[in-house]
């Protein structure tokens, strides 16, 4: 029983561990990414609802860290004005494509 315990606690702590965005919220995400119509270009560019940018074969992103970076440059490209805690939600959303850990 005791084993069990354990075994349970370390996989509480690993998948805690493996969330890169743990402060992000990705519903709240997903309604930033909304707001700021995040597809539109990437679906001007890649047709469909642009969310192919984030599975193509050649994706950009490979950590949380280029995560954030790029979706910096992007809001930055079109004057959206994000808080720390707003990147932290959009990349949370975002993770849903990623899987980074
Ligand atoms: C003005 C057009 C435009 C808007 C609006 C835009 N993006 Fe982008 N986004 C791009 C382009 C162009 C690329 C591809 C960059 C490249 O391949 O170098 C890109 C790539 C990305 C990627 C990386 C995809 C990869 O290759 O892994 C992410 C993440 C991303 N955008 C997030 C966002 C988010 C979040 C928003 C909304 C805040 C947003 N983008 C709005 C143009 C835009």
């Not at 493996?18 to 990437?42: E, I, V």
């Not at 890649?46 to 954030?68: H, I, Q």
């Not at 910096?72 to 850990?101: F, M, P, V, W």
Request: aromatic share 8%; proline share 3%.
């Amino acid at each position: 029983m005791k084993l069990i315990t354990a075994l349970f606690l370390l996989c509480a702590t690993g998948s805690a561990l493996a969330n890169p965005f743990p402060t992000g919220n990705a519903q709240t995400g997903k309604a930033l990414f909304d707001k700021y119509n995040c597809n539109s270009c990437h679906a001007a560019m890649l047709g469909g609802d642009g969310n192919t940018m984030f599975t193509r074969e050649a994706r950009k992103v490979r950590s949380p860290a280029d995560l954030v970076e790029q979706l910096k440059l992007c809001s930055g490209n079109i004057g959206a004005k994000l808080t720390a805690q707003d990147e932290q939600h959009i990349a949370a959303y975002l993770n849903r494509y990623y899987k980074l850990k």
